[in-house]
T-cell receptor, first 118, second 112 residues
Framework: NAGVTQTPKFQVLKTGQSMTLQCAQDMNHNSMYWYRQDPGMGLRLIYYSASEGTTDKGEVPNGYNVSRLNKREFSLRLESAAPSQTSVYFC?????????????????FGDGTRLSIL | DAKTTQPTSMDCAEGRAANLPCNHSTISGNEYVYWYRQIHSQGPQYIIHGLKNNETNEMASLIITEDRKSSTLILPHATLRDTAVYYCIVRVMAGANSKLTFGKGITLSVRP
């Protein structure tokens, strides 16, 4: 019963390097999300995907790209990492319907990726 | 968008009930109240949600006032493992989907 799985758990990058954070869920959920969490800021939404094949910007999308590879997987890419992107990144999923009708289903989170950019 | 207000911190004794308050005085009629918690170094964990009726599940009870301007999360028998940051959230719609807006939450410390 894995739920939402994120890889890697920890990563250190140099400024300008690129990397992709992976997220997979095994609950057959339609919607998936990427958040970042910084001290004193709470969680902020980066991007979300209401269904396979669709993605939309959240509050803080600049510097990131996403891919909804299939129903299970939603990846977050940093093309040119900056120190301001040092954060803990969380992926989540929920059972909102593919038609966009939200049944107010709760979101289930992974355990995060701790990313440091030097 | 409705905002929520929570105390910064509280504590309770192990085995006693923990009552966590939340104010959401500008909540709209179709907005739900959600509670999540985050234990150190883990991802947020869904606890419970409700619209206007009181709700109970295996983790907690949610009491929403009749005017819906405030609510209380009740952990009936707190354990040391319930020490965490608890977030009270009012669901915000964003396009065809919805997002969760996390504030700073309330830090609950359960003492032995």
């Amino acid at each position: 019963n894995a739920g939402v799985t994120q890889t890697p758990k920890f990563q250190v990058l140099k400024t300008g390097q690129s990397m992709t954070l992976q997220c997979a869920q095994d609950m057959n959920h339609n919607s998936m999300y990427w958040y970042r969490q910084d001290p004193g800021m709470g969680l902020r939404l980066i991007y979300y995907s209401a269904s396979e094949g669709t993605t939309d910007k959240g509050e803080v999308p600049n510097g990131y790209n996403v891919s909804r590879l299939n129903k299970r997987e939603f990846s977050l890419r940093l093309e040119s990492a900056a120190p301001s992107q040092t954060s803990v990144y969380f992926c989540a999923s929920s059972e909102a319907s593919a038609g966009g009708l939200d049944r107010n289903q709760p979101q289930h989170f992974g355990d995060g990726t701790r990313l440091s950019i030097l | 968008d409705a905002k929520t207000t929570q105390p910064t911190s509280m504590d309770c004794a192990e085995g006693r009930a923990a009552n966590l308050p939340c104010n959401h005085s500008t909540i709209s009629g179709n907005e739900y109240v959600y509670w999540y918690r985050q234990i150190h170094s883990q991802g947020p964990q869904y606890i419970i949600h409700g619209l206007k009726n009181n709700e109970t599940n295996e983790m907690a009870s949610l009491i929403i006032t009749e005017d819906r301007k405030s609510s209380t999360l009740i952990l009936p028998h707190a354990t040391l493992r319930d020490t965490a940051v608890y977030y009270c959230i009012v669901r915000v719609m964003a396009g065809a989907n919805s997002k969760l807006t996390f504030g700073k939450g309330i830090t609950l410390s359960v003492r032995p």
